[in-house]
């Protein structure tokens, strides 16, 4: 750093190394907000050589608007994919409750058309899950998998649609899920289980096409290179103002006249010193 010329070193650097860095609470509350909405969907980080990671506050803050930019276009699409798998999670959970019913299970078209007064429910409930339901709706429970690893247990539900209700909030506070029954099934079991396989394949080709359209954006935008700057920021964050001065790794102070800190990273890069430089 001395033979830059650039640079006027203080003899002693400060010991508390908590102010070494910039302040990238806010920057990491945003990124964490759309990490809550969007993770699932995002592609392994991935670092490119030429594009290293923000270290500023302000290549921070650039960084999670380029984040936000591209959560507005994949927006839609993710929106759609989380639609399309509950409801592939609803036609498989039925699927498998025709496949292990026996012949006195109703009729699969009957109970898609229940109504008006009439409401037919399928819950697939939580290991334990107590059911107390009203006196005058008819239920049905069904162990599906049994004997192969975890059961999952389902429970069909018919009765007046105010009762159903009733049972709707009692079980959903017991965190079930509702299985959203299809309204046009065939009448016969058979029939409706072929009906639901050809729902759930094209429901898979759509999915693929909503994640085809969301990897041109996250292309486009470069996601998997920002993501790696996030990783590294979350680590600089949590980490490095822990760490403490040793033959490895210093803390080094002073003043530059050289504002952007390029002539000092190049001075650092020829001797192979990795380094994180912050003005």
Same mark, same amino acid.
């Given at each position: ?58 290549? !921070?803050?650039?960084? #999670?608007? /380029?984040?936000? =930019?591209?959560?507005?276009? +994949? %927006?839609?699409?993710? @929106?759609? &994919?989380? $639609? ?66 975890? !059961?999952?247990?389902? #429970?069909? /539900?018919?009765? =007046?649609?105010?009762?159903? +209700? %009733?049972?709707?909030? @009692?079980? &959903?506070? $017991? ?89 000092? $990273? ?14």
């Amino acid at each position: 750093l001395a033979e830059t010329h650039a640079v006027e070193l203080e003899t002693r650097s400060a010991g508390d190394s908590t102010g070494a860095l910039p302040d990238y609470r806010e920057v990491l509350a945003g990124y964490e907000t759309l990490a809550r909405r969007f993770a699932a969907h995002w592609p392994e980080p991935r670092q490119d050589p030429g594009a290293p990671p923000p270290e500023t506050l302000a290549g !921070a803050r650039d960084a #999670l608007d /380029a984040l936000r =930019a591209w959560a507005a276009e +994949a %927006e839609p699409h993710v @929106a759609r &994919l989380q $639609a399309l798998a509950v409801e592939r999670e609803s036609l498989v959970g039925i699927a498998a409750v025709l496949a292990t019913a026996g012949e006195t299970f109703p009729q699969p078209g009957a109970l898609g058309g229940a109504g008006p007064t009439l409401a037919t429910r399928l819950y697939a409930l939580e290991p334990g899950a107590v059911v107390d339901a009203p006196a005058a709706v008819l239920t049905l429970s069904l162990d599906v998998g049994a004997g192969r690893g975890r !059961a999952q247990r389902y #429970l069909l /539900a018919v009765g =007046a649609a105010d009762d159903v +209700a %009733e049972l709707d909030r @009692a079980l &959903l506070a $017991a965190r079930a899920r509702v299985l959203v029954w299809p309204a046009d099934l065939p009448q016969s079991r058979d029939a409706a289980s072929r009906a639901l396989a050809a729902r759930i394949e094209r429901l898979d080709a759509t999915a693929a096409s909503e994640r085809a359209a969301l990897g041109e954006i996250d292309e486009r935008h470069r996601l998997a290179n920002l993501l790696a700057g996030f990783r590294f920021l979350d680590w600089l964050a949590h980490h490095v103002p822990r760490l403490p001065a040793t033959e490895h790794f210093a803390y080094v102070t002073g003043w530059t006249d050289d504002p952007t800190g390029d002539r000092l $990273a190049r001075a650092l890069d020829a001797r192979g010193v990795p380094h994180l430089l912050h003005f």
